[in-house]
């Protein structure tokens, strides 16, 4: 993830006066890179060099991104949480399975018990219809509203299932790449468009404030 972030960016133009500026998204996959950094000896030279780098790299990206999305995978592990009390918003992915709403379920209940996480947008994958996609959104509100009556789910919308995706996925290439005019592209531009509208708590810029507040803490550590 370093070497992809540091020396192979190209500073974009600045727009020109007038013209109305689009919000760009920067992807920041899974957690296998630098997330990790969490784990580290942190008295460890190549750990605290590696930190100060991304610290750096962040807040350059800070000034091209408007909007940083960290897919933290599956689970409720100490990395998932770190992540996802650091963030503005919180996505809640489900399939429509029993397992994974069970699991949709218990991440929300860890983050609003343990970390004060109140708010919560759930996204359901691979539906056949968006009618199975908020059944999947009325189950989990209703267990919700009986045992963690302090939370807050909002239906933030579905992906439809598509081989299509299965497809590009053995290709190692975007669906939205391969086929823009897809049923699961179509939603993927519906969902983008939505996170696009969100309010922003820090005018500043987002990903600049999140990535300090995840190894604010840390960077003080090593810089003691």
């Not at 790299?57 to 909007?67: K, R």
């Not at 897919?71 to 992540?83: E, K, L, Q, R």
């Not at 018990?113 to 999947?136: I, M, P, T």
Request: glycine letters at 6%; proline letters at 3%; a positive charge.
């Amino acid at each position: 993830m370093i070497r992809s972030v540091s020396g192979k960016r190209k500073r974009r133009k600045r727009e020109k006066k007038g013209k109305k500026k689009k919000k760009r998204i920067f992807f920041f996959f899974k957690q296998k890179t630098a997330y990790e950094i969490k784990e580290c000896d942190w008295s460890s030279d190549v750990c605290s060099s590696d930190l100060l780098v991304l610290s750096e790299e962040f807040d350059l990206l800070s000034e091209e991104f408007d909007i940083l999305l960290l897919d933290t995978g599956a689970g409720i592990s100490s990395n998932v949480m770190y992540f996802c009390t650091a963030a503005q918003d919180i996505i809640v992915i489900a399939l429509p399975e029993p397992t994974s709403i069970t699991d949709a379920y218990a991440l929300m209940k860890v983050l609003s018990q343990k970390h004060a996480r109140k708010d919560f947008r759930l996204l359901v994958n691979a539906v056949k219809n968006e009618g199975e996609g908020k059944e999947v959104f009325r189950q989990l509100s209703v267990v919700a509203d009986r045992f963690l009556p302090n939370i807050s789910i909002d239906y933030f919308g579905h992906i439809l299932k598509d081989e299509n995706v299965t497809m590009t996925i053995r290709q190692q290439r975007a669906v939205l790449e391969v086929y823009p005019h897809s049923k699961a592209s179509q939603c993927f531009m519906a969902i983008a468009k939505k996170i696009c509208d969100l309010p922003y708590a820090h005018p500043g810029g987002g990903s600049q404030f999140l990535w300090r507040a995840i190894i604010g803490d840390e960077m003080s550590k090593v810089k003691g």
